[in-house]
């Protein structure tokens, strides 16, 4: 690991029970709701664990050299799902917390969806959905040529992986058996329109994977700890790919919002709302 | 052309190892001898061309230079949006080598036929626009095509195509080539991009013959467009004539018009856009069969420049 932010009271990520610290990362995602009045709350707040523990225990990067070669790339391919990436690149000091504040507004580097000219630690622009895989694919062969074991990580929504592209990039990446590809999707059931299982049914997506080439974990993607021991033993296999399907919940942390498809993007949002959210998050 | 353009991706790779080969389902064995010599930079991955866009983004985004082969129409519609979002959005040197631009794959119908590519290449911002009208431009083009730092569609022509370029006139993107000079001072003034220039050479011999002098401005690069060679070009001419192997809208002439009317040209000359209609084409045939069937023809270019010409002096 290289060096973090010290993030809640002082304290270093790892002195921070995982519990806290969720909040913590969750409670700076209501700050940049706040700051921009909209967000989409449900795909991020079901992301916070999940990228919690890839920036805490897993990416070998560096807050104050962005561009390193040797680093691990993470590519949120959900760019939707940003504030969450948003959150953990403010908590590591690759940008100013302050930053949160300006989230959409005109003159910020935060955007709805995020931008790699723009913010430090974000490897490419994302927000069209099903691009990030064959990003991944390329940036594993990049590293491949190179013999640097930087690894990649493309962290999908399930709602993404209707794209067509999506399995594409997954039948290239298992022809070509990139173990330093691991493929996330943050399966909370749950894509704009509704429930998953009545939009585009995704099942049996662990088969999907495996029949693509990848070796699968299914995990709870918001046991912190749980999450350390699968992607702490990547690659699943050293032949092929990885595919780490995390169970999550959408709107995690906010009753009112769990597994609500409403909650999947708001605008508008009141100093009300935003109160009652930082209270869920006490 | 074609056979040109590939070699010379293979020679560039020799001299420069950012770059990468990649295929989607292409002649077997092509480039087999990149492939043998450095596996690692030689792709072939079948039929999915949003993931090839996206695959070489990835390696672009890392610093290598991705060449990028398959059928004109699948490079630029099927995966318009990855080319969007991956290589201009992100401002990538990713190589798009069109095969079979606008009316070459004739006999195999209108789902083989680009001949909107340029229109929709254009439209993107970062993206520049390519087609040399022959073989021997090809290979000073692609010398020039490694170190571009933008993204880059490549429009291939037919193969065999009659050599007109002359290395004396140089090549650099970007610029484009007064490939024949106007004998007068009011000349019509032919535009015309790919192969097209072949025939707009031809049509103005033709039109010499009946006392027409005529000069041509050959347009390799049609994004970023050579604004002062056009509008030089434009001056002082009785007549503008651009001429394009694809459909009118948003094509080579529309970004002539543009400029034209942007720069507020005055006084502006009569223009004349030769292109191919709004529809997709009923005919099979071959190339020159859409050439004819669309007046693109260097005896129809001369004889409908000759009636405009003919108009335009009785109306003086």
């Known amino acids: ?282 | 052309m074609r056979r040109t353009c590939i070699d010379k991706v293979h020679s560039l790779a020799k001299r420069d190892e950012r770059v990468i080969f990649i295929g989607s389902d292409l002649s077997p064995g092509l480039l087999d001898d990149m492939k043998n010599e450095m596996p690692e930079r030689h792709f072939m991955e079948g039929v999915q061309e949003a993931n090839v866009i996206g695959m070489a983004a990835g390696l672009a985004m890392e610093g290598y230079v991705p060449y990028v082969n398959t059928i004109a129409t699948f490079i630029t519609r099927r995966c318009y949006e990855q080319v969007a979002v991956d290589l201009c959005l992100h401002d990538l040197p990713v190589r798009l080598i069109g095969n079979g631009g606008g009316a070459v794959y004739a006999p195999l119908g209108p789902t083989h036929l680009a001949i909107e590519d340029i229109a929709i290449m254009r439209a993107l911002p970062n993206m520049t626009v390519m087609a040399v009208c022959d073989a021997e431009e090809m290979a000073r083009f692609m010398d020039c095509s490694l170190d571009w730092p933008k993204p880059m569609y490549i429009r291939l022509a037919k193969g065999g195509d009659q050599i007109v370029s002359r290395s004396e006139l140089g090549f650099s993107i970007g610029k484009a080539i007064p490939i024949r000079e106007a004998r007068s001072t009011a000349p019509v003034a032919f535009m015309s991009t790919g192969v097209m220039t072949t025939n707009c050479l031809a049509a103005a011999d033709l039109l010499e013959k009946q006392g027409i002098d005529a000069s041509v401005l050959h347009v390799h690069t049609i994004k970023p467009l050579d604004e002062d060679a056009v509008l030089q070009s434009a001056q002082g001419a009785r007549l503008i004539v651009t001429v394009e192997e694809g459909i009118a809208i948003g094509g080579f002439g529309s970004a002539v018009t543009d400029l034209l009317t942007e720069k507020r040209v005055q006084p502006l000359p009569q223009i004349v856009r030769l292109a191919m209609p709004d529809a997709f084409p009923e005919k099979y045939g071959v190339q020159n069969d859409h050439f004819e069937i669309c007046g693109l023809l260097p005896e129809q270019i001369a004889a409908t420049v000759a009636e405009a010409v003919g108009a335009s002096d009785l109306a003086s």
């Open chain 1, 1 to 282: 690991m290289e060096t973090r932010v010290d993030s809640v009271d002082g304290k270093t990520a790892t002195d921070v029970p995982s519990e806290e610290r969720s909040k913590y990362l969750r409670r700076l995602i209501v700050r940049g709701l706040e700051g921009g009045e909209r967000g989409h709350i449900g795909s991020s707040m079901s992301l916070v664990e999940i990228l919690q523990v890839l920036y805490d225990d897993v990416l070998r990067v560096r807050p104050d050299e962005p561009k390193w070669r040797e680093r691990d790339r993470l590519i949120l391919s959900k760019g939707h799902g940003c504030l969450a990436l948003y959150a953990l690149l403010a908590d590591k000091g690759f940008i100013p917390l302050e930053t949160l504040d300006g989230f959409c507004r005109r003159d910020s580097i935060l955007g709805g969806h995020p931008e790699f000219q723009k913010v430090p630690g974000v490897e490419a622009s994302t927000g069209a959905l099903g691009h990030g895989l064959s990003y991944g694919v390329g940036m594993a062969l990049a590293a491949r040529i190179e013999k640097r074991d930087s690894r990649i990580v493309v962290v999908m929504g399930d709602g993404e992986i209707n794209e067509g592209s999506v399995w594409e990039a997954a039948m290239c990446a298992g022809k070509h058996k990139l173990a330093n590809l691991t493929a996330i999707i943050d399966y909370n059931k749950i894509q704009s329109a509704g429930f998953t299982r009545d939009i585009q049914d995704l099942e049996p997506l662990a088969d999907k994977w495996s029949a693509f080439g990848f070796a699968v974990a299914e995990v709870d993607g918001h046991d912190v700890a749980a999450l350390r021991d699968v992607f702490n033993l990547l690659p699943i296999q050293s032949d092929r790919p990885s595919a780490v399907i995390c169970h999550t919940i959408k709107g995690k942390g906010l009753s009112f919002a769990e597994n609500d498809p409403t909650w999947h993007h708001k605008s508008r949002i009141s100093s009300e709302s935003i109160a009652e959210m930082y209270e869920a998050l006490e």
